[in-house]
């Protein structure tokens, strides 16, 4: 048990602060007993200390008024305009409190629980313990955990005030741009040497309007249950109408009598906000037009009307604020909206001009009913619509009179979930606001980021932050449909669990985690998603996705190279961006090559020809994380692409000169590069390839050929030469197994030379994979003596001579003349 000694708490101020001082005090004895105060002040009068005196001592604490000596506090320290001089007073508690240890408070801050957890913290021989500032760069200097005996043996007091000294010169010279009076010096004094506090032992809500409206990471998590509220900033509740969170609960607090604290103690008074009101309403508006608005605040004196807008007001709703039953939030803010939510009893939907639709389905969301005029209506849910005024005021009464308003709200239409372990969801505000009729269920095993937490505004959306596996179940078997939307890796086996239970699943290509039977989209089209789900909604029918190519394995498609002597051509990524448009690392866009690998693409297979693209339309999962994340994005991009130029029944893989390095499982590797020996085993071969190429030296791919004749051409951009290349292969070709490794360009040279009756093999890449596969490499490890894949530009190569390659070039094209 917590012992019951009187704890020590110094406040400081002045006569011109007496009624913050006295909301703060009050906040303290609501909440605390046996508690002493020290009021460190100049000039407050004694008067005013025996109120608050005879309260404190009735509860076993006490109030005690310590006079500072003129010359402790100097009246040359500054600070910012906010801020009092007498902040500074705090330097000298060890000259004034003989207690061990104190809790210091600003006066601008509320106690909102009994402190005697903070009391009890181990300072683990820390000056000082305090929470961190809203910058997240200092600690904030209002509540501060004081050992003040360790501060009396290390005279503290000396340290800050020379430390003042110093750095008040400085910030007068420029040198400490953002100076922040005494917080600035604590900072400096004690850095490296204070414990910090739990946020919720000074919650920081003056800074609320701007976190909002500048999205400030993590500002409005973690702030439930505070033991402090402190307004830092210039937004204090006395000073302006802005409406940060408590600003309310601070005027309950400042219009409380000493004697309803005491009665609180013995049972027989609770705070309450606006407690003389019978019916509390509410609006968010944009405008300060209204209908009747005046009529029914004056017509209404026991109901409360609260009005509320993301901005600040003009001057015919700040008109409003003469009235007692009148309360404005300019500049509110996403928890002082859900608080005004659920306070109020109804929605006044009366306001001209448009309205928050967010909010008002939020509000229809509770059951509760908003209240409009046709001319006024914004909503189609749980309305409670009046032609006149005179019916409003009679709906209000009769509210006031049997507690009872009527009409329900309507229910979403479908119930969809997802399980994250990322903020990040892939256009989920754009889902959100175009499908009001879907319940979004947003589930994470841990607490959830600011982005997840702001969709907290939109009605349609619910949130699991924490979620236990109950809640998990629950969720599932009651989902029409389960948005596989969140990037990162997949939150457990979540969508096992949805395929098992025969939800349909929808997503994006760059979201997709497993292979569950997804209906996938593209990120870049997010509205053919939400057409897909409107038409579950209205015709009760999932969405028919047209197809993507269907592609055989590696193995298949070298047996079929095998059996049928087949002429092949393989398209890659690099080909599909230069059919679209773009240009490549190793050569520029040419429209003569696209239109040309444009129609190639679109031929059916024969036994003459196999036509290739990636094997990565229907399992993505099977290659390395990388690889995975680069094919998502490819289709994500380029998937109605491969639906318009690639219209053949079937194709072969891309992958027969690469089956190695992008795959998790490499165990296949070594027998499928047997499979390409044997294409060439006792052939002689024609090896077409760029300058830097130099495939088979250095290893043994081709030893098993009969003959290696190469013919040698640039490595970057050789369209422009495919004429002359192509003369010269048929100069060698007779007899010949031709492969050829030059990018784009090869596929239109196999093409022509399959025709003819000519075997070519269009097998870039081939050597990297093959060297990294002898060296059991797991990630692309660049070489140094030829080309690399992917190492595109072919920068910092070693050539080695090597006679053997030497004497095998019959041509070397790479310094043809630029026609």
């Not at 053919?528 to 269907?550: F, N």
Request: hydrophobic share 40%; charged share 25%; net charge negative.
């Amino acid at each position: 048990m917590h012992d019951t000694k009187s704890r020590a708490i110094v406040l400081a101020g002045n006569q011109n602060f007496i009624a913050q001082l006295s909301t703060t005090i009050k906040s303290i004895f609501y909440h605390n007993k046996n508690v002493k105060i020290y009021v460190l002040n100049r000039d407050i009068l004694p008067d005013w200390f025996r109120k608050p005196r005879k309260m404190a001592q009735l509860l076993g604490g006490d109030l005690i008024d310590v006079k500072l000596n003129p010359d402790d506090v100097k009246d040359t320290w500054w600070t910012q305009e906010h801020i009092s001089l007498d902040a500074y007073s705090r330097y000298f508690i060890p000259k004034y409190i003989s207690e061990e240890k104190v809790l210091y408070l600003d006066a601008d801050l509320l106690v909102l629980k009994n402190l005697e957890d903070i009391f009890e913290i181990d300072m683990k021989g820390h000056p000082i313990a305090a929470v961190m500032d809203t910058d997240n760069q200092s600690f904030n200097s209002g509540v501060l955990l004081i050992d003040n005996g360790l501060w009396k043996r290390e005279n503290m007091t000396e340290q800050l005030v020379n430390e003042t000294n110093g750095s008040l010169q400085q910030a007068l010279e420029g040198n400490i741009p953002k100076f922040n009076g005494d917080q600035t010096i604590f900072n400096k004094v004690f850095r490296d040497r204070w414990l910090a506090l739990d946020k919720r032992m000074n919650l920081q809500v003056g800074h609320d309007v701007t976190a909002f409206m500048s999205h400030w990471p993590n500002h409005f998590i973690d702030s439930e249950d505070p033991y402090i509220v402190h307004f830092v900033s210039h937004r204090k509740p006395w000073t302006t109408l802005s409406a940060n969170r408590f600003r309310q609960l601070w005027w309950a607090f400042h219009d409380m009598d000493y004697s309803q604290v005491l009665s609180h103690h013995m049972g027989d008074f609770q705070i309450e906000m606006d407690p003389d009101y019978e019916l509390h309403l509410f609006n968010l508006t944009n405008s300060q037009s209204f209908k009747n608005l005046e009529e029914l605040i004056q017509g209404h004196p026991k109901a409360l009307f609260h009005i509320a807008a993301y901005t600040e007001m003009g001057e015919e709703l700040m008109r409003l604020a003469k009235y007692e039953n009148v309360r404005l939030y300019p500049e509110v803010v996403p928890p002082v909206l859900e608080e005004l939510i659920n306070r109020s009893a109804a929605y006044l939907d009366i306001n001209y001009g448009t309205a928050d639709q967010a909010t008002l389905a939020a509000y229809a969301k509770t059951g509760k009913p908003i209240l409009s005029f046709p001319e006024t209506r914004h909503s189609e849910q749980a309305q409670l619509e009046v032609n006149t005024i005179e019916q409003m005021h009679s709906l209000i009464k009769e509210r006031i009179k049997t507690g009872n308003w009527g009409e329900v709200h309507e229910l979403p239409r479908l119930h969809s979930f997802t399980m994250t372990q990322t903020q990040d969801l892939e256009s989920i505000e754009e889902l959100v606001c175009a499908l009001p009729f879907v319940q979004f269920h947003i589930g994470a095993w841990t607490a959830m980021g600011p982005k997840l937490v702001e969709l907290k505004q939109h009605p349609n959306v619910s949130l699991y932050p924490a979620i236990n596996q109950e809640q998990l179940t629950q969720l599932i078997h009651s989902a029409d449909i389960y948005l596989d939307i969140n990037r990162g890796d997949e939150a457990g086996d979540i969508l096992s669990q949805v395929e098992l239970a025969g939800i349909p699943s929808f997503g994006f290509y760059k979201t997709q985690h497993g292979n569950h039977g997804q209906f996938l989209f593209s990120s870049e089209r997010p509205q053919e998603l939400i057409t897909a789900i409107e038409q579950l909604d209205g015709e009760g029918s999932l969405p028919k996705i047209l197809p993507l190519p269907t592609v055989k394995s590696i193995d298949e498609s070298l047996d079929f190279i095998s059996e049928n002597h087949s002429s092949v051509i393989r398209f890659g990524d690099g080909e599909i961006n230069l059919m679209a448009g773009h240009s490549i690392a190793y050569q520029d866009y040419h429209p003569e090559l696209a239109r040309t690998l444009r129609e190639l693409v679109g031929m059916n297979s024969s036994e003459k020809l196999l036509v290739c693209l990636p094997d990565a339309f229907e399992d993505r999962f099977k290659f390395t994380w990388w690889a995975e994340d680069f094919w998502k994005k490819h289709l994500d991009h380029y998937d109605d692409f491969y639906r318009q130029i690639a219209p053949a029944p079937w194709y072969g893989s891309t992958f027969i000169s690469r089956p190695y390095i992008d795959f998790l499982d490499k165990t296949k590797a070594e027998s499928q590069f047997e499979k390409l020996k044997r294409l060439w085993e006792n052939k002689n071969l024609l090896i077409v390839e760029g300058a830097t190429s130099r495939s088979g030296v250095g290893n043994d791919l081709f030893d098993q050929a009969l003959s290696i004749k190469r013919i040698v051409c640039s490595s970057h951009c050789a369209y422009k030469d495919v004429d002359a290349i192509e003369s010269t292969i048929r100069k060698y070709a007779d007899n010949h197994l031709i492969l050829i490794m030059l990018g784009p360009t090869a596929k239109v040279l196999v093409a022509n030379l399959a025709k003819d009756g000519y075997q070519a093999l269009d097998i870039g890449h081939i050597d990297s994979e093959y060297e990294w596969l002898k060296m059991g490499a797991t990630t692309k490890v660049k070489l140094k003596h030829k080309h690399t894949a992917e190492y595109n530009f072919d920068q910092d190569i070693e050539f080695i001579e090597d006679e053997t390659y030497t004497k095998q070039i019959v041509a070397d094209l790479s310094r043809l003349p630029v026609e």
